[in-house]
């Protein structure tokens, strides 16, 4: 009787070892998980925010040669 209730005992033991591990495993991953959602819209919202400031930043070049070529072109008369 003994060591049967030793061997019942034993075998919760490891299982709620294994379960440990398994529910530890789990947090680890859903922490990986957030973590790279986190870095995945960090580095999109950084892409954007470069792209907006190039592509806004060469317009606004754009129309400044556009106003100093129309100077230009008063000046001389031409």
């Known amino acids: 009787m003994i060591p049967l209730v030793i061997m019942v005992a034993n075998i919760l033991a490891q299982t709620s070892a294994q379960l440990v591990v398994v529910v530890i495993e789990v947090k680890v991953v859903a ?3 957030v973590v790279v959602e986190v870095v995945v819209v960090v580095v999109v ?12 930043g060469g317009g606004g070049g754009g129309g ?15």
């Not at 470069?50 to 592509?55: G, I, L, N, S």
Request: charged share 10%.
């Open 31 to 33: 922490t990986v998980i």
């Open 45 to 56: 919202v950084v892409v954007v925010v470069v792209v907006v400031v190039v592509v806004g």
């Open 64 to 78: 400044g040669g556009e106003g100093g070529g129309q100077g230009g072109v008063e000046r001389t008369g031409a």
